[in-house]
């Protein structure tokens, strides 16, 4: 991501969220470089529709309205499949995507799978993927 590019999201977090705490700012400060990295490494004609009101990015392709969550096992984020849900059906998205976020080259994912069989993420989001942020690579597991 270009500086200057990077300068303007963050300017758009301190404008638009500053009813948030600086935690709350710097975990969507991290979301949004995830969500933009993500977009330049998977297919960069996704277009960005909102990243601030939620966890959950919606983002376009090809006239499809999409649900992009990011997780990182770091950070361990509570997640709510039925609030997931429930922002699919209120936000019109065709799909929700889930994306393990992974600063580390990996070559075993028994526990991104092991979290996926016991939070039961394959229900409820149409595609799963692994997301190397350094490498800028990335591994469909559905």
């Excluded at 096992?73 to 393990?100: G, H, I, R």
């Excluded at 994912?109 to 993927?129: A, C, H, P, T």
Aim: charged share 25%; glycine share 2%; with cysteine.
């Amino acid at each position: 991501m270009e500086l200057n590019v990077f300068q303007e999201l963050t300017d758009q977090i301190d404008l638009e969220c500053f009813y948030m705490t600086p935690s709350q700012q710097e975990e969507k400060v991290i979301q949004v470089i995830d969500l933009h990295q993500f977009i330049e490494s998977y297919h960069q004609s996704l277009t960005v529709i909102d990243y601030i009101s939620h966890p959950i990015n919606i983002i376009e392709e090809n006239n499809v309205r999409k649900g992009i969550l990011f997780y990182d096992f770091k950070y361990d984020l509570q997640l709510d499949l039925l609030t997931s849900v429930a922002f699919k059906a209120q936000n019109q998205l065709q799909e929700l995507w889930f994306v393990f976020v992974e600063e580390d080259s990996i070559t075993d994912f028994s526990r991104q799978l092991d979290f996926i069989k016991k939070n039961g993420i394959d229900l409820f989001y149409s595609k799963i993927f692994i997301f190397n942020f350094f490498q800028s690579t990335i591994h469909s597991l559905k």
